[in-house]
């Protein structure tokens, strides 16, 4: 069974950092690319993030310069570094698999979200 289980958000302050993490399971974890989307409250889902399995990777330009994303092969878990949060990065965070970096749709396979919350 493909599991994906997202952790790591919470609350942060404005400028903080979190890092959340993707831990996947049930499929091979080397040949699939692995996206991260956000959802702000009554937005729809966004892109912001992917991480291909030749290692490449991809940013919104609102996260550019400001999040990372890194993958450990031997944990099968990507991570997604968030530094200098602001307000507008309020949203349930989800990590997907693809084969490839693509859009939203063709995405196979969803976790369930983590919570990110940015407080003044």
């Known amino acids: 069974e493909v599991q994906l289980v997202e952790s790591g958000g919470g609350l942060v302050q404005a400028g903080g950092s979190l890092r959340l993490s993707c831990a996947a399971s049930?499929?091979?974890?080397?040949?699939?690319?692995i996206g991260w989307f956000r959802q702000a409250p009554g937005k729809e889902r966004e892109g912001i993030s992917c991480?291909?399995?030749?290692?490449?990777?991809y940013f919104a330009d609102s996260v550019k310069g400001r999040f990372t994303v890194s993958s450990d092969s031997a944990k099968n878990t990507v991570y997604l570094q968030m530094n200098s949060l602001k307000f507008e990065d309020i949203g349930l965070y989800y990590c997907?698999?693809?084969?490839?970096?693509?859009?939203?749709?063709?995405?196979?396979?969803w976790g369930q979200g983590t919570q990110v919350t940015v407080s003044s």
């Open positions: 997907a698999a693809n084969r490839d970096c693509t859009g939203l749709d063709e995405y196979h396979y």
């Open positions: 049930g499929f091979t974890f080397d040949d699939y690319a």
């Open positions: 991480i291909s399995s030749d290692g490449s990777t």
